[in-house]
Structures are given as C-alpha cells and as structure tokens.
C-alpha cells in the first residue's frame, strides 16, 4: 500500500469526529498541563504539568508526579473527567469509522426452517428493515452535512 492510498483510506474513514476528539484531547491535555503547572509549586515544568494532565486523564497514575495541593487535587478530579469524556468519544468515533457505512445486503432464512408462519414474518421483518433503511437514506440525503 502506497502512502497516498493510505492517506485516501484514513481519509476515507476517520471522520471529522474522531478529528474533533483527538483536538479536544490535546486541548484538554494542555489545558490540564497549564492548570497543574499553575495551581501545583511540586510541577516545575510546563512538560510534567501536561504529563501530570496525561497520567490522570488517562487514569494510569503512576505516581512519579501528584498533585500535592487541595486546589491541583480539585483540578485533577476534573480533568479525569474530561479525560473519561474524550475517550469515550474518541472510540465512539473510531469504531463509527471502523464500522461499514452499509449493511449487508439481505441476511437469508435459515433453509431447515419448516414453519412457515415462522419464515413469513422473518420475510416481513427483513422487508420493513429495508423499508426503513431506504427511509433513512432518503432522510439523510435531504440534510445538510454536519460539521460533526
């Protein structure tokens, strides 16, 4: 795979919100690193501020730099929390890139079924599935695109 088909397919499949998330993660991050560096005297750098806003963010801690004040120990809870929230939407976003946009085309019977009242209403189901998908694409395709 040559490089510009592999940017064509991260393209192709990372959507603009898992873009958002990771910009949101760095926000939060330098943010997190700034406000640690601020609120705490024991973080002498703006890099352990920002590696103190990662350990917690992503809920490692490993312990080689805490907050030591009542208002950085504050300033932490938050940005765990953040930190919990972006993640839950960057893997939101990648398995929404990671998933087929469409469905398989028709999921068949099983062939050693012999009720055939059973078989009638699987074929009613799969006939309003595709009713309601052909109603969904007709949907979307009338709204705008969204920035998200």
Do not use: N
């Amino acid at each position: 795979m040559t490089t510009h088909a592999l940017i064509q397919w991260l393209h192709k499949r990372f959507k603009r919100s898992f873009v958002y998330a990771l910009v949101l993660s760095m926000i939060i991050l330098l943010g997190g690193g700034i406000g640690f560096w601020i609120l705490d005297p024991a973080i002498a750098t703006l890099g352990d501020g920002v590696w103190l806003a990662f350990t917690t963010a992503a809920t490692v801690g490993y312990g080689d730099l805490v907050p030591s004040t009542f208002a950085s120990r504050l300033f932490s809870v938050l940005v765990f929390l953040l930190g919990l929230a972006v993640l839950s939407l960057a893997t939101a976003a990648l398995t929404v890139a990671l998933t087929p946009s469409e469905p398989p085309a028709e999921i068949p019977a099983q062939r050693h079924c012999s009720d055939p009242q059973l078989l009638e209403e699987l074929r009613i189901l799969q006939a309003q599935v595709r009713q309601l998908q052909t109603e969904l694409h007709t949907i979307k395709d009338r709204w705008p695109e969204r920035p998200f």
